[in-house]
């Protein structure tokens, strides 16, 4: 039990083009989910908290016009990169607390995204 | 904001060797967790443990909660050990703060 799923797993897309990137929990529901940011051999940041049914909260310096997240029922969240440059290719991960569980997070496979 | 601190940063071991690795976390926590990163990116999860001690075969973990750190024993390594390893911490009931982590390496 407990899974999380993201897709794509991963993406190449061309310069100043969008790209959105699903997370869903499998077989629990959430009303928070995370998204992360990880750039090679660094540790995963918090880029954003997002909220069933309200708007998400990002963090400090991530530009929330950029990284546009929708999380429109307890299992699904979006994560739309718009108008890409190089410098946003990344990992990027989700998770997502079981609103009926523990504080125990759960962690989707990931997404790799290049910007050529 | 919390602080998670992990040690060592880089650690090489024979196979075969027993191993610790350390986080230390700056305020209370509601969750801690351990993740190992493979080489495809996947983060797996190996311990949910806020407090207390859990064991799963080669692998165990203690958090004290009240003097802020956990450790997380690898015993009779294997190569297939070999990675990142990632603590994790919550203050509250939402967003996970990560550690640097440690990246082991186990040679044959």
């Known amino acids: 039990g407990a899974v999380v799923s993201q897709h794509p797993s991963w993406v190449i897309c061309k310069s100043g083009t969008s790209v959105k990137i699903e997370c869903r929990s499998l077989?629990?529901?959430?009303?928070?989910m995370f998204w992360y940011r990880q750039f090679p051999k660094q540790s995963l940041m918090l880029m954003a908290t997002?909220?069933?049914?309200?708007?998400?909260?990002?963090e400090q310096g991530v530009e929330k016009d950029k990284f546009l997240i929708n999380h429109a029922s307890l299992t699904l969240s979006t994560l739309t990169v718009t108008s890409a440059h190089p410098e946003d290719s990344s990992f990027y991960i989700c998770s997502a607390r079981d609103r009926g569980g523990t504080y125990e997070q759960y962690f989707g496979p990931g997404t790799r995204l290049t910007v050529t | 904001g919390i602080q998670v601190e992990q040690s060592p940063p880089d650690l090489i071991l024979q196979e075969g060797a027993n191993s610790t690795l350390r986080c230390n976390f700056s305020d209370s926590v509601n969750n801690l967790q351990w993740f190992h990163q493979n080489p495809w990116g996947q983060l797996i999860n190996l311990f949910y443990?806020?407090?207390g001690t859990k064991q799963n075969g080669r692998l165990s973990a203690t958090t004290v909660a009240t003097e802020r750190y956990s450790l997380l024993y690898i015993s009779s390594s294997q190569t297939t050990d070999s990675g990142v390893y990632f603590c994790?911490?919550?203050?509250?009931?939402?967003?996970?703060?990560f550690g640097a982590g440690t990246r082991l390496t186990v040679k044959p």
């Open positions: 077989d629990f529901q959430a009303t928070t």
């Open positions: 997002s909220n069933e049914g309200s708007k998400a909260t990002y």
């Open positions: 443990i806020p407090s």
């Open positions: 994790a911490v919550s203050p509250g009931n939402n967003d996970m703060r």
